[in-house]
């Protein structure tokens, strides 16, 4: 079955830390891979995404994530955070059939925290 | 400004009273959809549709009824809401093309179902 897991519920890090969100995957076949954004009140913003190519992806707002097709992952990663990154951030994975989404599959997401 | 619109943003009703979400996009996207995003779950796909007039079920579309007459617009529908239709709902939209085109979201609406 097709799915996306976020095995952190809930991660807490210091400002000017870095950051690691994980991401795992089951795919049946050639994964489409996004990290979204959300912060409180607002929609999903994009922040990566990874088709093909270069398994390292840089996104928006200095994030970046890998994709290891060996382990069925795409960690989202951050040098150093800012109190500003606290928000709620989603993987989610899509199969491109025709070019489009169609039906795109979230994790449960991942709320970052953000000690001064 | 490119954006999707949804309304209304709040909405607190009673079960069984019909009940019609707007969605609007004004990118000329063919690509449009509906989630809900519970505790715990994240978001689950309810139905999308591809072009006018071409719609299908996503993971939980019981309960819901869409339309898709015009490009720009995706109203979902709640003919007979329940208390369990309580829920903050996203309407997203994306081009459709060569490679997959990443989904524009609205800012949400919250329904509370009494």
């Known amino acids: 079955a097709q799915s996306v897991t976020q095995p952190d519920i809930h991660i807490t890090v210091s400002e000017g830390a870095s950051l690691e969100l994980r991401c795992n995957y089951s795919?049946?076949?050639?994964?489409?891979l996004f990290w979204y954004v959300q912060s409180p009140g607002q929609g999903l913003q994009l922040l990566l995404k990874?088709?093909?190519?270069?398994?390292l992806v840089q996104g928006i707002k200095g994030f970046e994530a890998e994709f290891k097709r060996s382990q069925s992952s795409f960690n989202l990663r951050k040098p150093s955070v800012h109190w500003s990154d606290a928000a709620e951030y989603f993987c989610?994975?899509?199969?491109?059939?025709?070019?489009?989404?169609?039906?795109?599959?979230f994790g449960k997401g991942t709320k970052l925290s953000v000690k001064p | 400004e490119a954006q999707v619109t949804q309304n209304p943003r709040y909405l607190i009703t009673v079960t069984g009273k019909k009940l019609t979400v707007t969605c609007s996009q004004n990118?000329?996207?063919?690509?449009m959809s509906w989630y809900r995003q519970d505790p715990g779950l994240g978001l689950r796909q309810i139905y999308y549709?591809?072009?006018?007039?071409?719609?299908d079920k996503g993971d939980v579309p019981e309960g819901y009824k869409v339309s898709r007459k015009e490009k720009r617009n995706f109203p979902l529908i709640l003919e007979s809401p329940s208390p369990n239709q309580t829920s903050l709902y996203f309407c997203?939209?994306?081009?459709?093309?060569?490679?997959?085109?990443?989904?524009?979201f609205g800012d949400g609406t919250r329904l509370s179902i009494l």
């Open positions: 989610a994975v899509g199969g491109g059939y025709g070019g489009s989404q169609g039906n795109l599959i």
């Open positions: 549709s591809m072009n006018v007039e071409v719609t």
């Open positions: 997203a939209s994306s081009l459709i093309g060569d490679s997959n085109q990443p989904q524009h």
């Open positions: 990874y088709f093909s190519g270069d398994t």
């Open positions: 795919y049946g076949a050639t994964p489409y």
């Open positions: 990118m000329n996207h063919e690509y």
